[in-house]
């Protein structure tokens, strides 16, 4: 695994932009697999002025969500869907029958929905690249400790943890328990991957998953088996 520290979140957005704009300038209809949070958000805010300044093209770009909650309808204020369309979707020229994200809405069957995903996947031939963030608890998208390293896309519970940290986004209403989420397998099988970090929160988690034993326990140690990372992290992140 390759491992950038950068000075801080300006440069790792920078960095991690300017990886993702590399390869979509090689290969227009490349297949990403994008992350949601807070961490790759200045990521977005690049891209997005690529398209502006630069005119990056999206048009053929393909994308797949790594997860999103279940129960919320796609249009709720905190879904990945809403997220995806305020930060990036909508602000570049994507074309909409290029974007895939999990629909976790209400009366969605979770396990056709997964099934449906992971074959959307295997139809497009698989994820060029994937980016992901990482929870403190090392979870990555939304496989929390315990994930098997062979999982694919399915329905999932929660860690309390994960549901406390997103309560904050979601004020008075409860926020979700459960979510859709790609596997550990699914994400493992992208030909490259791209793992995120920022600030001391991910310290632990980031030293864990670098450079402490492969396990279930640490779902983003799983990397250090993959032939083809790079993780790029600020210098609070990487501080262990
Ligand atoms: C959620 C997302 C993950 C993300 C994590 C960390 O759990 N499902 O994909 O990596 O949060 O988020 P943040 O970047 O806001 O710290």
Redesign the pocket.
């Known amino acids: 695994m390759r491992v950038l520290v950068m000075p801080d979140y300006r440069t790792l957005s920078k960095a991690a932009a300017e990886l993702f704009t590399k390869a979509l300038r090689i290969k227009p209809n490349l297949k990403a697999g994008l992350?949601?949070?807070?961490?790759?958000l200045g990521m977005y805010e690049e891209l997005v002025r690529s398209h502006r300044e630069d005119h990056l093209d999206f048009s053929e770009l393909l994308t797949f969500n790594?997860?999103e909650y279940l129960g919320l309808p796609a249009a709720h204020p905190e879904s990945?869907h809403t997220y995806m369309s305020r930060h990036l979707f909508d602000q570049v020229n994507v074309s909409a029958a290029n974007l895939h994200i999990p629909d976790g809405s209400p009366g969605t069957d979770p396990d056709a929905e997964s099934a449906r995903y992971e074959k959307s996947i295997q139809d497009a031939g698989g994820i060029d690249l994937l980016i992901?963030?990482?929870?403190?608890n090392a979870?990555?998208?939304?496989n929390e400790p315990g994930a098997a390293f062979d999982s694919r896309t399915r329905r999932v519970d929660?860690a309390p943890e994960?549901i406390r940290?997103?309560q904050q986004h979601f004020g008075s209403e409860q926020a979700p328990t459960e979510?859709i989420?790609m596997g550990m397998g699914t994400i493992l099988e992208a030909r490259r991957i791209v793992l995120?970090a920022?600030?001391e929160?991910?310290a632990h988690a980031v030293e864990r998953a670098l450079h402490g034993p492969v396990t279930t326990s640490v779902p983003a140690s799983a990397l250090q088996m993959h032939p083809n990372v790079i993780a790029i992290v600020d210098e609070t992140a990487g501080g262990k």
């Open positions: 992350p949601t949070g807070n961490t790759p790594l997860d990945y992901v963030g990482i929870g403190a979870h990555i998208a939304f929660l994960t940290n997103a979510a989420t995120l920022s600030g929160s991910k």
